[in-house]
């Protein structure tokens, strides 16, 4: 596969290490109420979608940057990739 | 016999001779033949055998789809099995042999096989072989693996070498046939990135097959004039003997290159490179492949795909026969026959199952259509045939024409499925095409030339402007539209005798009868069930043939019946090709530590950890056991001072403002209010709970801290951190970077350490027990000025420092470690040492760390602060992570102190029996200790803090032993930690 | 029909007419007691155990496509039980003492071999690992061999003993491990099942789960409504897709093993060897092709085929430890999707949903637990309880934090 | 303290060897530091230019300052390698004040240069990124991996690249770049 890095442009996959969802931005509140359960959820489950699905990616063999790509599951077709600081920074987190 | 089937010249070189064995007869050929033109040249029909029924084989095809003539080729290591003699290029000195047989290939005793076939129709060992039940083991499987296999390898290991490598273009033009060169042309001239890759040794495809003219010139000089002007663009990458096997996600394509192949030797040079080609666009040009007619006995040496038999008079001047008749469905078949007469072969006959007129005029042969044949005679290769009319006509040669399927493989690896083209009876790509692929020639049906030119230049004219370049006009090469018509025609239902569809396997027409009886019915049961087109050939003559005689019996459409799964490779692809490079020593890139040669020339026996070599002991002379080694080692460390190099420990450069902050985060315990100048030892949880790596960290500033990771981990927890810090906090004022390479680093310890490293730490830095407590740490200068850092660590249990210089010291500064300690005997020590005095000392490391423990398991849980939250702070507080019966690490010693202990034992209290229910924990590591004088162990056992001085079985049924241990503190040096501190 | 030489012999001499289709294509009744959702190994096993051991026939088993499609069509064949944790050894234990007497008890022969499997290690501390697992596996009742590096020379001398760039030191061996010819694995399921009343309907795929106040009362499929007291999901690599139709998340992620197949060779490797420092492990087919495989490809897809990393991956990792199979060709290369858990450990278990049972999470192990899956899910469907090697297979493990972790990589199931 | 003084070894002992007009060689005296930026960067930014006449690059690109004979490899978006073509003593190092991180790496790569006209044919069989020149241009830099080995590539004119590779497995990756000339025909 062929990752189209923001910065890099069109990488090798093989140069990136795959994490999972990245729904894993969004580590839950440890002070919540129901920390637990939320980290349970945050940790093990998945929405394991077959379609497009937002995944993160690890330019290891690159520029060290953590990637959100947007790819299909079914096809393997990469409509979007974006840097994941980025992303998290949309999604509120700060520090 | 020499070349007495040579009839002209085609495009061999019959000026020059080479020499060749078959068999170990030696036979003549020419440069520009492969082995099987050269074969049939000498008259050599009978080839080999079949997988199943042993009947004899002869060639079939003229290209890589070849079933039947596939031989052992060289000799020794050497040797390739299954070698397509069609596409093997003759060289000086080629040895080759058939395959699959016992005794000689004339004569095979399995060939009785045949001779049992009623009761070895498809599926049959599912039947049976099943009592008694122990003769399966004993008799019944080891029969059948003797007689498993086609050819053999040597058993040697590969002599030859493999290359990698990565190319980019444009376009990627797949075959350099007619449709192939005429899009190279256009993309070529249009300036785009083009790489034109073709399987042949000679460009051209089928041209060279035929005897068409092209802008009326010969077909193969307008291949000579078309490469001589792709060769003269820089933007166009010629290549032959290269195969495209694969279309992969994305534009990625793999192609084998095969350097040698064609040469006696490969001098040293890699035999094949494979490429990865990332191309924007691909156009595929790969042509088409001709199917045979099921009829009884099709399969015997002389029937051979027309036009094949075309390409071998045509391209290398040989006739598979001397007197040859030729069975059609179409047009094309026809060609075969008037292209023999022109050469001065005897035709003996023309048979079409079409009822028309016939569609050319062929002297000297009877023609009889709407006729087909039902049998042939002659067992190592024919001489008859038989007619649906009745009559029988002599022919050394029939050759078959079922019409042609276009080349779809690579349109179909990302699973796109072909369609089925009535009119052409043949299925054409279809579907969803990888991304950025089109397909033009004869692989997208267009099978006459002048077809298949012009669908190259105007596949290739879109392709460029889907790439916005504009097009280079070239005028579209003149050729006759020839005639393809074709009339779907698949099995000679008047043939009593078996009518075969896979060559090799042995799959036919009853085959697929019992299959459907049977129940198999989907065409991937049919081809598990009866293994159609699971052969070398993956099918490439069989499937369509297999699954349109399915649909007959199942009354369905072909498209209905669909087809198997298309799977890259193309064609097969050598193990050796895909690793490349990676095998021996080179399989993975060797690291080596700063003080590597010092140790080398001290004589280190060393230890692959990870792709790092550290010395694991030094023997001195007369030490002949690795445990005299390291005991020394021990105790002289113990004693006075030793020294190891630990720079594989990975180190990472934590810096900003938030650093503080961040290591708060990522350390179960607290970091933000570590001292400048001072080290802490830090525990990591993974987000579950479970520990994921330990280590110090030591603060040089107040924005600076400097993290050590254990040797397995380094590049683990840098990504993780990575993570963290982009993640997870992605406004935390905090920098990352590795400096594992930077420093090399040794660790003295032992009681005369401080006295040792006072002679090398230059005067300005004070390192007495008050100036430079335990767990000190400071940036200071070595030997007359080289910048360093101190860490007052152990991990012996001694009193103990690290110190670092830059990376291009650490050689020297082992010599000079080593050297400074003469006088207190100072010795270097290997890992081996350093993993005693870690047992000793009742540290956890890799063995305790293993992915499964939690911080209280190895007796940290305090340690996991909750006063902040961490990366698995929430997760560890689950409920079954904190049970009554939770594991602690303890120490193990043997009750019978001359025991030795095994790693891997497991516990089990006294009286029980060791299963699983009773078990209890196991023994995680052990050493001998010089220290103690006796085995000792780590182990996670239920209750251990609890049970001090409980006597346990160490249970070790695997290697026999049973031990009686005593749960002791894993503290078995100095608990108190007076040495470390001291 | 019975199978049996004698059987052979006799169409044999009859020209091969007078076989009867191995199964029948029923269409499907408008009820069953228990609906098995998915035709392959595992929902077939499921089917045939449920009607031979538990009496329990008014059994439909629903495939989308054709029966044994799924994994137990794609796979590399390995079966073994050398596991090392208490909650899998006995479990993976019951599977290899089922496969023992699988052909007889099912009558069809599925090429059972047991020529061991032989795990290699290259370090001290993977020695230590190997022994900790030997142990357990002896403790359950399976068999073990702990071998030097002498040891596994001698049992499989083609190996590169002398120029590794990782050593071989020794070697794990279970001589009960081996391989079995996988689809006939589905098709003796099958035929068995079929032959004691069991609906195993082809081409029927399953859209919705008819699910009423926390009660499942039965499936849509492509070919109607069909109502049942138990539905039992076994769809191993589309388990979130079925499951989602439940409104159930999973602990799981699809992905994609490649496996390979060479050429047809003459004999050349012994059982199955698994290389400890680097992903690949290979065994010889009755036809004699190589079959061999390594690591997943490491992204989440659906999609049944790799990419070209993994491919050389493996194959740099078969050349490190076997440079003889430098010239044997790669005939084929496919994928399967996996059902890829957190912890690397399957699920047998009931859901929330009253009715609804859930059989998947297999990784990449899923072939050799067939028959014990098989067993196991049919016990749960039949009793209502779960059979005693499969206590620990349960869907909130994670939640209690009691994973099973053989590999201890942790929730990151690419790594499993 | 004994008179004991330390000798600065180079990762590959100053390899250099000739294929026909192609050019292998070790590159030593060569001091690397890694800037990485702090949150709020525009002071690092304003100091690296007034300090080190040069400006910040793209990711994916380096800048250079001729007459310091000094270049800014853009490595990642927040952090950049500073390449010397001198040794720096510990003083020389530039400050940049607080608001760019500083560490040495001068230890940590082995430095080759490779030029002449086999240079790309050599690379083309271990290198994945595309060099054709119209693509990896003179100011192109990047990290990428080689033989299971990390590899900053930089081009620093036609036909010839400096290739960083990390010092303790720089044996494996001269064998490798060598064996890759060695294997074009």
Redesign the interface.
């Known amino acids: 596969m062929i990752i189209h890095h923001p910065l890099l442009g069109p990488r090798d996959a093989a140069e990136f290490v795959y994490l999972g969802d990245a729904s894993l931005i969004n580590r839950p509140d440890a002070s919540a109420d129901d920390a637990a359960e939320q980290f349970y959820e945050y940790q093990y489950l998945r929405d394991n979608v077959a379609g497009e699905m937002r995944e993160l990616w690890y330019h290891e063999q690159g520029d060290r940057s953590w990637l959100v790509v947007t790819r299909n599951t079914l096809t393997h077709e990469i409509s979007k990739v974006e840097l994941a600081r980025d992303v998290a920074r949309a999604n509120g987190r700060d520090r | 016999m020499s070349q007495t089937y040579r009839i002209g010249r085609g495009l061999v070189d019959t000026n020059s001779t080479i020499k060749f064995a078959f068999n170990d007869q030696q036979y003549t050929g020419h440069p520009g033949d492969t082995l099987s033109s050269a074969l049939l040249a000498n008259g050599i029909r009978l080839v080999g055998r079949s997988f199943k029924y042993h009947r004899p084989r002869g060639i079939f095809s003229a290209g890589s789809e070849e079933p039947n003539a596939l031989v052992e080729l060289r000799r020794g290591a050497y040797q390739e099995p299954n070698t397509r003699a069609t596409v093997a290029e003759l060289f000086d000195g080629l040895q080759a042999r058939s395959q699959n047989h016992r005794g000689p290939l004339g004569f095979d005793f399995m060939g009785v096989n045949d001779l049992l076939s009623p009761f070895l129709s498809a599926g049959f060992y599912y039947k049976t072989f099943m009592w008694p039940k122990a003769f399966w083991e004993k008799l019944y499987e080891p029969v059948i693996r003797a007689s498993a296999g086609l050819g053999s390898l040597s058993g040697k290991p590969d002599p030859d070498s493999y290359d990698k490598g990565f190319l980019h273009a444009d376009v990627l033009i797949v075959g350099a046939g007619p449709s192939g060169l005429a899009a190279a042309l256009v993309a070529g001239e249009s300036g785009a990135r083009v790489i034109l890759a073709d399987e042949d040794f000679r460009p051209g495809g089928r041209l060279h097959a035929e005897t068409m003219l092209v802008d009326d010139i010969s077909g193969e000089q307008w291949v000579a004039n078309t490469l001589s002007r792709l060769r003269k663009m820089d933007n166009v990458r010629l290549m032959i003997r290269t195969t495209v096997y694969g279309a992969f996600d994305h534009g990625i394509y793999g192609a084998l290159e095969k350097k040698t192949d064609h040469l006696a030797s490969s001098d040293g040079m890699p035999r094949q490179v494979l490429w990865r080609i990332y191309a924007k666009r691909c156009i595929v040009c790969a042509g088409a492949t001709e199917r045979s007619i099921a009829f009884g006995n099709n399969d015997r040496p002389g029937i051979m795909l027309a036009g094949a038999v075309r390409a071998y008079v045509n391209r290398w001047g040989v006739t598979p026969g001397k007197r040859v008749a030729v069975f059609t469905n179409n047009d094309d078949g026809w060609r075969t026959a008037s292209d023999l007469v022109n050469q001065g072969v005897e035709v003996s006959a023309v048979i079409d199952s079409r009822d028309i007129d016939a569609p050319l005029s062929i002297s000297g042969a009877s023609v009889v259509m709407g006729a087909s044949v039902v049998d042939t005679m002659g067992r190592a290769g024919i001489h008859t045939i038989k007619l649906s009319n009745r009559q029988t006509i002599k022919a050394d040669c029939l050759a078959v024409s079922g019409g042609w399927n276009p080349n779809v493989h690579l349109t179909c690896h990302q699973r796109g499925r072909p369609e089925w083209n009535e009119s052409q009876a043949c299925f054409v790509p279809g579907g969803v095409l990888p991304d950025g692929m089109s397909v033009a020639g004869a692989a997208n049906g267009a099978l006459s030339l002048s077809a298949a030119l012009s669908s190259g230049i105007d596949s290739a004219s879109l392709t460029l402007q889907s790439l916005s370049i504009k097009p280079a006009s070239v005028d579209t090469p003149r050729a006759d539209d020839e005639s393809t018509r074709v009339s779907a025609f698949w099995h000679v239902k008047e043939s009593t005798k078996r009518c075969w569809i896979d060559l090799q396997n042995d799959v036919t027409t009853k085959d697929i009868v019992v299959s459907h009886q049977d129940g198999f019915r989907a065409v991937e049961h049919l081809k598990r069930y009866t293994t159609l087109g699971m052969a070398t050939d993956q099918g490439k003559t069989s499937n369509v043939l297999g699954l349109a005689i399915m649909a007959e019996h199942a009354g369905k459409s072909i498209q209905e019946t669909g087809t198997t799964i298309f799977r890259p490779p193309y064609t097969p692809v050598p193990m050796g090709a895909f690793a490349g490079r990676s095998r021996g020593k080179d399989f993975r890139p060797t690291r080596k530590t700063p003080s590597h040669a010092w140790a080398e020339a001290r004589g280190a026996v060393f230890v692959e950890t990870g792709n790092w070599l550290r010395a694991q002991w030094f023997p001195i002379d007369g030490e002949t056991h690795w445990r005299e080694s390291v005991d020394r080692e021990v105790t002289q460390t113990r004693n006075s001072v030793g020294i190891c190099d630990v720079s594989t420990l990975g180190k990472i450069d934590v810096q900003g403002k938030d650093a503080g902050e961040f290591l708060n985060r990522v350390y179960a315990n607290t970091f933000a209010t570590l001292a400048v100048g001072k080290v802490r030892y830090g525990i990591m949880l993974r987000e579950d709970g479970i520990l994921m790596d330990d280590g110090t960290t030591a603060r040089l500033g107040e924005n600076h801290f400097v993290m050590t990771t254990t040797t397995a981990n380094a590049v683990g927890v840098f990504r993780h951190m990575e993570f963290c810090r982009q993640c997870l906090w992605p406004n935390l004022d905090v920098q990352l970077i590795s400096a594992t390479e930077q420093w090399a680093q040794f660790a003295v310890a032992g009681p005369n350490a401080r006295k040792l490293l006072q002679k090398v730490v230059d005067a300005d830095t004070p390192i007495d027990n008050e100036s430079f407590p335990f767990m000190a740490c400071g940036e200071i200068s070595i030997c007359g000025g080289t910048p360093g850092r101190l860490f007052r660590i152990s991990f012996s249990g001694e009193l103990a420092y690290e110190i670092a210089v830059p990376t291009r010291y650490g050689n020297s500064m082992m010599d000079a470690l080593i050297k400074a300690g003469e006088e207190f005997q100072a010795v270097p020590y290997g890992t081996e040492a350093l993993g005693v005095m870690r047992i000793e000392k009742g540290h956890a490391a890799g063995n305790e760390l293993n992915g499964q423990t939690t911080a209280a398991n190895i007796g940290l849980g305090r340690m996991v602060s909750k006063k902040k939250d961490s990366i698995g702070n929430t997760l560890s507080e689950r409920e079954g992570m904190n049970t009554e019966n939770d594991l602690a690490l303890v120490g193990f010693m043997p009750t019978n102190k001359s025991v030795s202990l095994s790693a891997g034992a497991h516990f089990v209290s006294k009286g029980n029996e060791a299963n699983t229910e009773n078990d209890e924990g196991w023994m995680t590591s052990v050493a001998y200790s010089p220290s103690l004088e006796c085995s000792i162990g780590l182990g996670f056992i239920q209750r251990g803090q609890d049970r001090m001085g409980d006597i346990v079985i160490a249970a070790d049924p695997l290697r026999g032993g049973t031990t009686e241990v005593e749960i002791v503190s894993p503290h078995f040096i100095d608990p108190e930690g007076e040495r470390l501190r001291g | 029909m019975r199978y049996s030489a004698l059987q052979i012999l006799k169409q044999g001499l009859t020209g091969n007419k007078g076989w009867t289709p191995a199964w029948r294509e029923p269409e499907p009744r408008t009820e069953y007691d228990i609906i098995i959702i998915g035709g392959g190994g595992h929902g077939l096993a499921t089917a045939y155990y449920l009607a031979k051991e538990h009496g329990i026939t008014n059994v439909a088993v629903l495939e989308k496509g054709w029966l044994g499609s799924g994994n137990i069509g794609r796979n590399t064949t390995i079966i073994r039980s050398n596991y090392m944790l208490p909650g899998n050894e006995p479990f993976y234990e019951l599977s290899m003492k089922l496969w023992e007497g699988l052909e007889q008890d099912f009558n069809y022969n599925a090429m059972i071999s047991q020529r061991g499997i032989l795990n290699l290690c290259h370090s001290d501390p993977q020695r230590d690992a190997y022994a900790r697992r030997g142990n357990a596996m002896l403790m359950a009742g399976a068999d073990a061999v702990l071998l030097d590096a002498d040891g596994v020379r001698k049992l499989c001398p083609d190996m590169d003993f002398d120029n590794a760039r990782f050593p071989i030191k020794g070697g794990l061996w279970q001589k009960r491990g081996g391989t079995v010819r996988h689809d006939a694995v589905a098709w003796g399921y099958a035929r068995g099942a079929d032959e004691r009343g069991v609906d195993i309907i082809q081409n029927c795929e399953v859209t919705g789960l008819q699910i009423n106040n926390g009660v499942c009362t039965g499936v849509d499929t492509t070919r109607g409504k069909i109502s049942a007291k138990k539905v039992a999901v076994c769809v191993a690599g589309s388990s979130s897709r079925v499951m989602s139709m439940a409104g159930m998340r999973l602990p799981i992620e699809s992905h994609v093993l490649q496996a390979f197949v060479s050429e047809g060779l003459k004999p050349t490797i012994p059982g199955v060897v698994t290389f400890g420092a680097g992903h690949f492990y290979i065994s010889q087919s009755d036809k004699g092709g190589l079959v061999f495989g390594g690591d997943i490809d490491g992204y989440n897809t659906y999609a049944q085929r790799g990419n070209l990393p993994t491919v050389e991956d493996v194959c740099e990792g078969g050349m490190a430890l076997m440079p003889n199979l430098g010239r044997a060709r790669l005939l084929r290369m496919w994928g399967g999707v996996m059902d890829m858990s957190m912890d690397g450990t399957p699920f047998i278990d009931k859901t929330d949903i009253s009715g609804l049972f859930f059989n998947g999470g297999w990784c990449y192990g899923g072939f050799k637990a067939t028959p014990a899956s098989g067993w196991c899910y049919a016990h749960l469907l039949a009793t209502d309880q779960p059979h005693e090697t499969a206590t620990q297979l349960r869907l909130d493990r994670f939640k209690r934090g009691r994973m099973i972790d053989e590999k201890g990589v942790g929730a990151q199931p690419n790594l499993h | 303290?004994?008179n004991?003084?330390?000798?600065?070894?180079?990762p590959l002992n100053k390899y250099h060897q000739q294929f026909g007009d192609t050019t292998l060689s070790e590159m030593v005296d060569l001091s690397i530091y890694?800037i990485?930026?702090?949150?709020?960067p525009d002071a690092a930014l304003r100091s690296i230019n007034d300090v080190l006449g040069i400006a910040w690059p793209?990711?994916?690109r380096y800048t250079v300052n001729e007459s310091a004979k000094v270049q800014l490899l853009g490595?990642?978006?927040?952090?950049a390698f500073l390449l010397v073509g001198a040794d720096l003593s510990?003083d020389a190092r530039p400050n940049l004040g607080?608001s760019a991180?500083i560490?040495?790496?001068?230890?940590?790569?082995a430095a080759l240069r490779l030029s002449g006209s086999m240079s790309r044919r050599a690379l083309?069989?271990?290198?994945?990124?595309?060099l054709?020149p119209s693509?990896f241009k003179q100011d192109c830099v990047?990290?990428?991996?080689m033989?299971?080995?990390?590899v900053i590539i930089l081009c620093e004119a036609d036909d010839q690249y400096l290739l960083l590779s990390?010092?303790?497995?720089a044996?494996?990756?001269l064998?490798?770049v060598e064996?890759?000339i060695k294997?074009i025909?």
């Open positions: 303290m004994a004991i003084t330390l000798q600065a070894t180079s890694s990485g930026l702090a949150i709020q793209e990711t994916g490595l990642q978006a927040d952090q510990k607080a991180y560490t040495d790496q001068s230890d940590s790569w083309e069989r271990i290198c994945p990124v595309d054709h693509v990047t990290r990428t991996s033989e299971h080995l990390a990390p010092t303790s497995s044996e494996s990756f064998h490798a064996t890759s294997n025909y």
